[in-house]
């Protein structure tokens, strides 16, 4: 009976269950039909785009589309993405984040349709510029709201500040979002439940809240590059549950902040140039600390040993923050660490012996120090690196085999150093190597056989590498950037080489002496590569290497021999470098896409197509020194928008220089000299407003000085020399011209009259440069520097590069007349000054001693006179000194440079005496101008002094005459001649009649 009552309650008590469960599975609430549409609308509002959520991929996050499995008739409850309460059914969270999702989240968006959400999570799509609208703020349940890394812009909507309930806020990543006035501020006043709280990257640009740092429930806080400045606080921070805090990238100033010992401090992230001070020894309070990321600070201490304490640290970023010293020997305690990087700091001494420990680092970096010495044997026991960057320090000796144990090694850098001996074999064998810097030592010997397939970057440049290249290069299907230049390889290379190096897209092997030759087979052409650089190798005869039309940007064959080209098909090309080889014939024509062509130096013929005219991308056009002739085409001068240099110098144009230029042109360089071009200056030229460069020297330009170039602002050099220049400079209308010129050469013309005082006044490009906070640079870019030839220091020189402190002024061989300006003397920042084979007479003004940078000095072949003023001797960086031809007299001045100057700086003035002239001086020659006016009135009679007299009466002046001669000079006439009596003398006796016949 028993039995049978018990498999009773068995059965009753399955049923029970089996009755429960169907009951519940029936009354399980569907989602409502509205919600259901309002989420099918959503989707249509979208397109579906995978690269709208690439920032997912960089981050190794899964996205896919989930919206593809929202379909009509289903519960939308089971969507991917979607959750629904289980009692009401409502859509209560929303997961879009990484879904491929483009398009504009209008205001009317059927997303606001959803008023029970507590979650909302649209991360990492893109949202074309929508703004954070005011339809946000309706979500007045909603807990957590991610909008980080979806492309919005603008403001953001006051009405977001209104979510009170949120304890995750995440917005970072939108750069082009902002805050409104004090907005910022409302939103740290409102939401007060917030544990997780990021803003990163969206604009802000207020003072730092402090009151966040009062916030308990704070568990994450990203403010980084948000514009916040002020000073961060000094007192003790108190945040119990703050796990990370990312500050960088803002403005703030102080000092490290302090945490007290109660902290949870996981993540740290601080930079800022304004952070000052050193790292606190409190720092060993961050006991839960993984990772400390600071940089870009100015805390100029050596790192406290205390940070040895942080036994939990994975990840030490101490870089680009003016630490110095040494390492610490307490990071041997740092045993989890795992990345550590220490770079661009002024770290000096040998490397610390501390890696027997660190057995986790995986990567290494400690570029751009000052470490010197060996490198440690410890290094050797890091077995699981993958990444060793040392480059940018002074490390020396022999790269050791210790290494060889790094199987997982992918990443190399240890250029810049001074490592010195052969490439260690070990090298050859990584089976990971991906990344492989040795560039900028002092390596020797052959390269060997690589065996690492997995290569993708060789980078050798700047050794003394010899030798061939190695055939094991050429089997590195991987490779895509090989960087062999500068160094000594030589020997013969086949282009059918290359055939296997198909995703190839560097190739520099300049400055070696390489040959090549071409066998003309299909298997040559290298159908990525983007730039190509053979230049200064022993590459002769026709180029025939036909690697490849589509991706070739730069190509780069010059200093070589080639003298000509089967053909140049590559028509997507940039760069075309072809200067200084031995090309003949018409000159080429680059294709439409260029904007820089060189082929200067070369023996090109003939005239210049108009063809060239039709490429409208055209930058830089170098076609100097080649032997091209005929009249240049007209429309030179404005076919290309872009054009920034035009050089033909050293060719035979003839005939008149292009007198159109494109309205708000980008010309800086005009460079025509050495030719035969006639006619004016066109006047055009006036239209090109950010003209640096102007050199028309050595032609047969006919014209008067073209005063007008002075309301060029950013003209800086401008040579005229060797023309039919003539008349007189004159004067000018335009307030202040030439402002920026430092570089004038007028030589050799037919100017006449007096020297353009107004023009050299203006000249505040030669004054008052203060070099030591001067950025010295050469003139032009990284691709194309200006030049220009000057005589300077008796020599005519090229400069190839022209330093932008350079100063010269030359004015020579015209018909100048009149006296030197005083006015000279203000240009103290000249470095050259030719005022040689004029007519210039008068003195040598002694404001020439303030031309202090001075190093030469021609006034030759004028009709200068009186003494050298002593004044000269201050200039101590005078070189060259030529004062030859004029009509000096008196002792030669002693002293600094004087003593270094020979006789061929006085020849020619006869009334010179002293060193280094033979001729010695006599006593009255040697006295100065001051002393020879003593020297008169110990004379006893002066008719200087009767004849001052002459406008207060004969009489007295010829008895105070007579009284001096009698009876010797007074003692009381000595100090009234050295008072006010001594100045009238000084001056002409034409003057002083003219004064007294007034009076009379």
């Given at each position: 009976?028993?039995?049978?009552?018990?498999?009773?309650?068995?059965?009753?008590?399955?049923?029970?269950?089996?009755?429960?469960?169907?009951?519940?599975?029936?009354?399980?609430?569907l989602?409502?039909?509205?919600?259901?549409?309002?989420?099918?609308?959503?989707k249509?509002?979208?397109?579906?785009?995978?690269?709208?959520s690439?920032?997912?991929?960089?981050?190794?996050?899964?996205?896919?589309p989930?919206?593809?499995?929202?379909?009509?008739g289903?519960?939308?409850?089971?969507?991917?993405?979607?959750?629904?309460?289980?009692v009401?059914?409502?859509?209560?969270?929303l997961?879009?984040?990484?879904?491929?999702?483009?398009?504009?989240?209008?205001?009317?968006?059927?997303?606001?349709?959803?008023?029970?959400?507590?979650?909302?999570?649209?991360?990492?799509?893109?949202?074309?510029?929508?703004?954070?609208s005011?339809?946000?703020?309706?979500f007045?349940?909603?807990?957590?709201l991610?909008?980080?890394?979806?492309?919005?812009?603008?403001?953001?909507?006051?009405?977001?500040?209104?979510?009170?309930?949120?304890?995750?806020?995440?917005?970072?990543?939108?750069?082009?979002?902002?805050?409104?006035?004090?907005?910022?501020?409302?939103?740290?006043?409102?939401?007060?439940?917030?544990?997780?709280?990021?803003?990163?990257?969206?604009?802000?640009s207020?003072?730092?809240?402090?009151?966040?740092?009062?916030?308990?429930?704070?568990?994450?806080?990203?403010?980084?590059?948000?514009?916040?400045?002020?000073?961060?606080?000094?007192?003790?921070?108190?945040?119990?549950?703050?796990?990370?805090?990312?500050?960088?990238?803002?403005?703030?100033?102080?000092?490290?902040?302090?945490?007290?010992?109660?902290?949870?401090?996981?993540?740290?992230?601080?930079?800022?140039?304004?952070?000052?001070?050193?790292?606190?020894?409190?720092?060993?309070?961050?006991?839960?600390?993984?990772t400390?990321?600071?940089?870009?600070?100015?805390?100029?201490?050596?790192?406290?040993?205390?940070?040895?304490?942080?036994?939990?640290?994975?990840s030490?970023?101490?870089?680009?923050?003016?630490?110095?010293?040494?390492?610490?020997?307490s990071?041997?305690?740092?045993?989890?660490?795992?990345?550590?990087?220490?770079?661009?700091?002024?770290?000096?001494?040998?490397?610390?012996?501390?890696?027997?420990?660190?057995?986790?680092?995986?990567?290494?970096?400690?570029?751009?120090?000052?470490?010197?010495?060996?490198?440690?044997?410890?290094?050797?026991?890091?077995?699981?690196?993958?990444?060793?960057?040392?480059?940018?320090n002074?490390?020396?000796?022999v790269?050791?085999?210790f290494?060889?144990?790094?199987s997982?090694?992918?990443y190399?850098?240890?250029?810049?150093?001074?490592?010195?001996?052969?490439?260690?074999?070990?090298?050859?064998?990584?089976?990971?190597?991906?990344?492989?810097?040795?560039?900028?030592?002092?390596?020797?010997?052959?390269?060997?056989?690589?065996?690492?397939?997995?290569?993708?970057l060789?980078?050798?440049?700047m050794?003394?590498?010899?030798?061939?290249?190695?055939?094991?290069?050429?089997?590195?299907?991987?490779?895509?950037?090989?960087?062999?230049?500068?160094?000594?390889?030589?020997?013969?290379l086949?282009?059918?080489?290359?055939?296997?190096?198909?995703?190839?897209t560097?190739?520099?092997?300049?400055?070696?002496?390489?040959?090549l030759?071409?066998?003309?087979?299909?298997?040559?052409?290298?159908?990525?590569?983007?730039?190509?650089?053979?230049?200064?190798?022993?590459?002769?005869?026709?180029?025939?290497w036909?690697?490849?039309?589509?991706?070739?940007?730069?190509?780069?064959?010059?200093?070589?021999?080639?003298?000509g080209?089967?053909?140049?098909?590559?028509?997507?090309?940039?760069?075309?470098?072809?200067?200084?080889?031995?090309?003949?014939?018409?000159?080429?024509?680059?294709?439409?896409?260029?904007?820089?062509?060189?082929?200067?130096?070369?023996?090109?013929?003939?005239?210049?197509?108009?063809?060239?005219?039709?490429?409208?991308?055209?930058?830089?056009?170098?076609?100097?020194?080649?032997n091209?002739?005929?009249?240049?085409?007209?429309?030179?001068?404005?076919?290309?928008?872009?054009?920034?240099?035009?050089?033909?110098?050293?060719?035979?144009?003839?005939?008149?220089?292009?007198?159109?230029?494109?309205?708000?042109?980008?010309?800086?360089?005009?460079?025509?000299?050495?030719?035969?071009l006639?006619?004016?200056?066109?006047?055009?030229?006036?239209?090109?407003?950010?003209?640096?460069?102007l050199?028309?020297?050595?032609?047969?330009?006919?014209?008067?000085?073209?005063?007008?170039?002075?309301?060029?602002?950013?003209?800086?050099?401008?040579?005229?020399?060797?023309n039919?220049?003539h008349?007189?400079?004159?004067?000018?209308?335009?307030?202040?011209?030439?402002?920026?010129?430092?570089?004038?050469d007028?030589?050799?013309?037919?100017?006449?009259?007096?020297?353009?005082?107004?023009?050299?006044?203006?000249?505040?490009?030669?004054?008052?440069?203060?070099?030591?906070?001067?950025?010295?640079?050469?003139?032009?870019n990284?691709?194309?520097q200006?030049?220009?030839?000057?005589?300077?220091?008796?020599?005519?020189?090229?400069?190839?590069?022209?330093?932008?402190?350079?100063?010269?002024?030359?004015?020579?061989?015209?018909?100048?007349?009149g006296?030197?300006?005083?006015?000279?003397?203000?240009?103290?920042s000249?470095?050259g000054?030719?005022?040689?084979?004029?007519?210039?007479?008068?003195?040598?003004?002694?404001?020439?001693?303030n031309l202090?940078?001075?190093?030469?000095?021609?006034?030759?072949?004028?009709?200068?006179?009186?003494?050298?003023?002593?004044?000269?001797t201050?200039?101590?960086?005078?070189?060259?000194?030529?004062?030859?031809?004029?009509?000096?007299?008196?002792?030669?001045?002693?002293?600094?440079?004087?003593?270094?100057?020979?006789?061929?700086?006085?020849?020619?003035?006869?009334?010179?005496?002293?060193?280094?002239l033979?001729?010695?001086?006599?006593?009255?020659?040697?006295?100065?101008?001051?002393?020879?006016?003593?020297?008169?009135?110990?004379?006893?009679f002066?008719?200087?002094?009767?004849?001052?007299?002459?406008?207060?009466?004969?009489?007295?002046?010829?008895?105070?005459?007579?009284?001096?001669?009698?009876?010797?000079?007074?003692?009381?006439?000595t100090?009234?001649?050295?008072?006010?009596?001594?100045?009238?003398?000084?001056?002409?006796?034409?003057?002083?009649?003219?004064?007294?016949?007034r009076?009379?």
């Amino acid at each position: 009976m028993m039995s049978k009552l018990l498999l009773c309650f068995i059965f009753f008590l399955s049923y029970s269950q089996l009755l429960s469960s169907s009951f519940s599975n029936s009354t399980k609430p569907l989602c409502p039909h509205h919600q259901t549409l309002a989420l099918l609308q959503l989707k249509e509002s979208f397109s579906i785009n995978s690269s709208s959520s690439s920032h997912c991929d960089s981050y190794g996050v899964t996205s896919y589309p989930k919206t593809e499995s929202w379909k009509k008739g289903s519960d939308c409850c089971s969507w991917d993405g979607v959750t629904c309460d289980k009692v009401t059914g409502h859509v209560i969270g929303l997961d879009l984040s990484c879904s491929w999702l483009f398009g504009v989240i209008h205001s009317n968006s059927t997303l606001f349709l959803f008023p029970h959400l507590r979650r909302l999570n649209l991360a990492s799509n893109d949202f074309n510029f929508s703004s954070v609208s005011a339809g946000f703020g309706r979500f007045s349940t909603l807990t957590h709201l991610n909008l980080s890394y979806s492309v919005f812009y603008g403001k953001i909507a006051p009405e977001i500040f209104h979510l009170s309930n949120l304890v995750s806020l995440d917005m970072s990543g939108n750069y082009e979002a902002e805050f409104a006035s004090h907005g910022f501020n409302s939103l740290v006043q409102n939401l007060t439940k917030l544990q997780k709280f990021h803003l990163g990257g969206i604009f802000i640009s207020s003072v730092f809240p402090n009151s966040l740092l009062n916030r308990s429930s704070l568990i994450s806080l990203d403010l980084s590059q948000c514009g916040l400045y002020g000073r961060f606080p000094d007192h003790d921070i108190h945040l119990s549950k703050l796990e990370v805090l990312d500050l960088r990238n803002n403005d703030l100033s102080g000092n490290f902040p302090r945490f007290s010992e109660n902290n949870s401090l996981v993540e740290l992230y601080l930079s800022s140039k304004n952070l000052s001070g050193e790292l606190p020894t409190s720092i060993r309070n961050l006991k839960s600390l993984k990772t400390l990321y600071v940089s870009d600070c100015q805390f100029s201490a050596s790192i406290p040993t205390s940070i040895g304490n942080l036994k939990s640290l994975q990840s030490l970023y101490l870089s680009d923050c003016e630490f110095s010293g040494f390492i610490p020997a307490s990071l041997e305690n740092l045993t989890q660490i795992t990345f550590l990087h220490l770079s661009q700091n002024h770290f000096s001494g040998k490397l610390p012996n501390v890696f027997n420990n660190l057995k986790n680092l995986i990567s290494l970096d400690l570029f751009g120090n000052n470490f010197s010495g060996q490198l440690p044997p410890s290094i050797g026991n890091l077995t699981n690196l993958q990444d060793l960057a040392l480059f940018g320090n002074q490390l020396e000796g022999v790269i050791p085999s210790f290494v060889n144990g790094f199987s997982s090694l992918s990443y190399v850098d240890l250029g810049y150093n001074l490592f010195k001996g052969t490439i260690p074999s070990w090298l050859y064998t990584l089976p990971s190597l991906v990344v492989l810097f040795l560039d900028h030592n002092k390596l020797t010997g052959h390269i060997g056989e690589f065996q690492s397939d997995s290569l993708e970057l060789i980078f050798l440049k700047m050794n003394k590498l010899h030798g061939p290249i190695p055939s094991s290069i050429f089997k590195l299907v991987n490779l895509r950037y090989l960087y062999l230049s500068s160094n000594n390889f030589s020997g013969v290379l086949e282009t059918s080489k290359f055939g296997n190096l198909r995703n190839l897209t560097v190739l520099d092997l300049s400055n070696n002496m390489l040959s090549l030759t071409t066998s003309g087979n299909f298997n040559s052409i290298l159908p990525n590569i983007e730039r190509l650089d053979l230049s200064n190798n022993k590459i002769s005869g026709v180029w025939s290497w036909n690697m490849g039309n589509d991706a070739l940007r730069y190509l780069n064959l010059s200093y070589n021999s080639i003298s000509g080209f089967e053909m140049l098909p590559w028509e997507n090309l940039y760069i075309l470098d072809l200067h200084s080889n031995l090309l003949q014939g018409p000159l080429p024509i680059p294709p439409n896409s260029t904007f820089f062509f060189s082929v200067s130096h070369n023996k090109l013929s003939g005239e210049i197509s108009p063809l060239i005219c039709k490429v409208s991308s055209m930058g830089i056009l170098d076609l100097s020194n080649n032997n091209l002739s005929g009249m240049l085409p007209h429309c030179l001068g404005n076919f290309s928008k872009y054009l920034s240099v035009l050089n033909l110098r050293r060719n035979r144009f003839h005939g008149i220089i292009p007198q159109t230029f494109l309205k708000g042109n980008a010309i800086r360089n005009l460079d025509f000299n050495d030719n035969q071009l006639e006619g004016p200056v066109p006047r055009s030229l006036i239209i090109c407003r950010k003209l640096e460069v102007l050199d028309l020297g050595n032609n047969e330009i006919n014209d008067t000085f073209p005063h007008w170039l002075g309301t060029l602002l950013e003209l800086q050099v401008l040579v005229l020399r060797s023309n039919s220049f003539h008349g007189h400079i004159g004067h000018s209308k335009i307030k202040s011209p030439f402002m920026s010129l430092r570089i004038i050469d007028l030589a050799h013309n037919d100017f006449e009259g007096d020297l353009p005082e107004m023009y050299l006044r203006s000249l505040k490009a030669t004054m008052n440069v203060d070099e030591r906070n001067m950025t010295r640079k050469y003139m032009g870019n990284s691709y194309y520097q200006d030049s220009v030839m000057v005589t300077i220091k008796g020599l005519e020189i090229e400069f190839v590069k022209i330093l932008n402190t350079f100063t010269t002024i030359d004015l020579s061989s015209n018909k100048f007349q009149g006296e030197i300006p005083k006015s000279i003397g203000n240009l103290n920042s000249l470095r050259g000054l030719n005022l040689s084979h004029n007519n210039l007479a008068g003195d040598i003004p002694s404001s020439f001693g303030n031309l202090k940078l001075l190093e030469s000095l021609d006034l030759s072949s004028n009709k200068l006179i009186g003494r050298i003023p002593q004044e000269l001797t201050s200039l101590t960086f005078l070189e060259v000194l030529n004062l030859s031809q004029n009509n000096l007299i008196g002792l030669i001045p002693r002293g600094n440079q004087f003593e270094t100057f020979g006789n061929d700086s006085y020849n020619g003035n006869s009334g010179l005496c002293g060193f280094p002239l033979s001729k010695k001086c006599t006593a009255d020659e040697t006295l100065e101008p001051s002393e020879e006016m003593d020297a008169e009135f110990e004379s006893g009679f002066d008719w200087k002094i009767t004849l001052m007299g002459y406008g207060c009466g004969l009489i007295i002046g010829l008895s105070l005459g007579c009284l001096i001669f009698l009876i010797g000079k007074p003692k009381w006439l000595t100090m009234m001649v050295e008072g006010n009596i001594h100045k009238k003398i000084t001056r002409s006796k034409k003057s002083t009649c003219r004064r007294g016949a007034r009076r009379k």
